[in-house]
Nanobody, 118 residues
Framework: QVQLVESGGGSVQAGGSLRLSCAAS????????MGWYRQGPGKARVLVAD??????NYADAVKGRFTISRDNAQNTMYLQMNSLKPEDTAVYYC?????????????WGQGTQVTVSS
């Protein structure tokens, strides 16, 4: 079992920045991947960005503005969000995929609210 706890959400004006954190309850060194998703009001949950040991991937809507990173020593993943727009308003969720010898499991955090005003 892995617990994921997001923090760093809040309210900001358009053009501002926030940094989200996702702290995991155990080492993330061997995680198959981690990512950030978001869900706006009345919309489906969609991928924002994800990261593996060798690559990063971003949704077109956030390319050039958001940066995903990991600090393995702190068991924490981050999402640096710059040049925020009102359409970035959503609940942001942390996701981790964990592989063992014979199993694969997906874990989600509780979400953190990001609100961007114009």
């Amino acid at each position: 079992q892995v617990q994921l706890v997001e923090s760093g959400g809040g309210s900001v004006q358009a053009g501002g920045s926030l940094r989200l954190s996702c702290a995991a309850s155990r080492s993330i060194d061997s995680f198959a991947g981690m990512g950030w998703y978001r869900q706006g009001p009345g919309k489906a949950r969609v991928l924002v960005a994800d990261i593996t040991s060798s690559s990063t991937n971003y949704a077109d809507a956030v390319k050039g503005r958001f940066t995903i990173s990991r600090d393995n020593a702190q068991n924490t993943m981050y999402l640096q969000m710059n040049s925020l727009k009102p359409e970035d308003t959503a609940v942001y969720y942390c996701k981790a995929v964990v592989l063992a010898w014979t199993t694969r499991a997906t874990y989600w955090g509780q979400g953190t609210q990001v609100t961007v005003s114009s």
